[in-house]
């Protein structure tokens, strides 16, 4: 089957650096996606990863490791409206379209 | 910058009616996306159009159809009406199908069965 792992829930500290794992078994594999939700608002796209390494966008990092099934966020100098879930998503290559979603990580920020 | 654009943003409805969501996709994106999404739940992918033409098919229930007009926008139609169908339904689009195009959401309808 298919399956996308990442942990429930996070908390981290204001200023601080958090990692959010992401772990998938999926038929094929053709592209990472990580996403920011806020409550009640619509996913906002943050990175993609289709080859090994690490992503680097400006406050969040992504890492990739096809050959463990492996991604991680990583989220620098966190400020309070990073608190947000954020869902790992896969494209597999059974289809060209559909992305098989994680079921989120909800990142809480404390002063 | 153009974002996708979804109508109405809130609906209400009683069981056993029906409903239809409109999505217009970012200009010049060819693909579109109807996901559900129940509350505290990852999005639930129903169906997708590429070039007017269904190019997927997830969880969507047979009372719902969906369709993708010349001008690339999208409607999601909801017959029977259930208590279940309340939930978040959003649209996204990207330029094409292929690798490494993003989907870009909209702001989502909310739908409400009583």
């Known amino acids: 089957g298919q399956n996308i792992d990442q942990p429930t829930e996070m908390t981290a500290t204001e200023g601080a650096i958090v990692q959010i794992n992401c772990t998938y078994q999926?038929?094929?594999?053709?592209?990472l996606f990580w996403y920011q939700q806020h409550a009640g608002e619509a996913p906002t796209f943050l990175s993609y990863?289709?080859l090994d390494g690490l992503e680097e966008k400006g406050r969040f990092s992504s890492f990739l490791s096809r050959s463990k099934g492996y991604s991680y966020l990583l989220l620098k100098e966190l400020q309070m409206k990073d608190s947000a879930s954020y869902l790992c998503?896969?494209?597999?290559?059974?289809?060209?379209?559909?992305?098989?979603w994680g079921a989120g990580t909800k990142l809480i920020i404390k002063p | 910058a153009a974002g996708v654009i979804q109508s109405p943003r809130h609906l209400i409805k009683e069981k056993r009616e029906t409903a239809t969501l409109k999505c217009y996709p970012i200009p010049r994106h060819d693909t579109v996306y109807w996901y559900q999404q129940g509350p505290g739940q990852d999005p639930q992918f129903l169906i997708s159009f590429y070039e007017k033409m269904q190019s997927d098919k997830g969880s969507i229930p047979d009372r719902f159809s969906a369709q993708q007009f010349s001008d690339y926008h999208s409607e999601l139609n909801m017959s029977s009406l259930e208590l279940g169908d309340s939930a978040l339904y959003f649209c996204?689009?990207?330029?094409?199908?292929?690798?490494?195009?993003?989907?870009?959401f909209g702001p989502g309808t909310r739908l409400t069965v009583t």
């Open positions: 990863n289709v």
């Open positions: 998503a896969v494209r597999g290559r059974d289809s060209n379209y559909q992305l098989i």
């Open positions: 996204a689009s990207s330029s094409t199908p292929t690798s490494g195009y993003e989907q870009y």
């Open positions: 999926t038929s094929g594999f053709n592209g």
